[in-house]
């Protein structure tokens, strides 16, 4: 039997809406316009077979024209444990990731659930880092398997590298 082409996947973790100030990357700033993430997420869907990117509750609104489309969820990461501000009375403990999982499904792909309870990382001094376990649900989500491509187009820590090098963490 013939050998199946390794899938193309991708996971985008941009500055939130707001947030380039926390980066010192020089084209930071250019996150804090709703259009070059509604771009991001037309390249994804376009050159990806499966791709997730992370986002606040409080993009869902403008965002809503990805969420529309057919095949495209929304999953959510809880934060049990979280930051706590002293002007925000109910706490921001939860993030969505809009994915598409790639199709048609092959035999191995993973299975497994649209909600992760995982506490944030506690690595100092990188805003966004995304914890351990995260990145292997990301994965999941997508449905990557071994030998498929994953592009993290923002790597920061590289901490999905690290996932994908230690594989399935069931
Ligand atoms: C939310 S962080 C990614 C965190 C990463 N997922 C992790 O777990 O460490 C966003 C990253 O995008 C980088 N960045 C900011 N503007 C960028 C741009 N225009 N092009 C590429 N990377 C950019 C930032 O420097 C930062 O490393």
Known sequence: MQKAEPRKFAYADPPYLGCSHFYDHP???IWDEK????????????????????????????????LELDGVRVASWVKPFAAFKRNVPIAYTWEPVIFRRALPRREGDPIGRDHLSEP????RGFTGAKPHKFNRWILDLMGYQEGDTMTDIFPGTGGMTKAINEGVLL
């Open 120 to 123: 944030i990382t506690l690595k």
């Open 27 to 29: 084209e930071s700033h």
């Open 35 to 66: 259009q070059t993430h509604l771009d991001l997420l037309t390249t994804l869907d376009k050159d990806y077979d499966g791709w997730a990117y992370s986002c606040t509750a409080r993009d869902l609104g403008w965002l809503a024209p990805v």
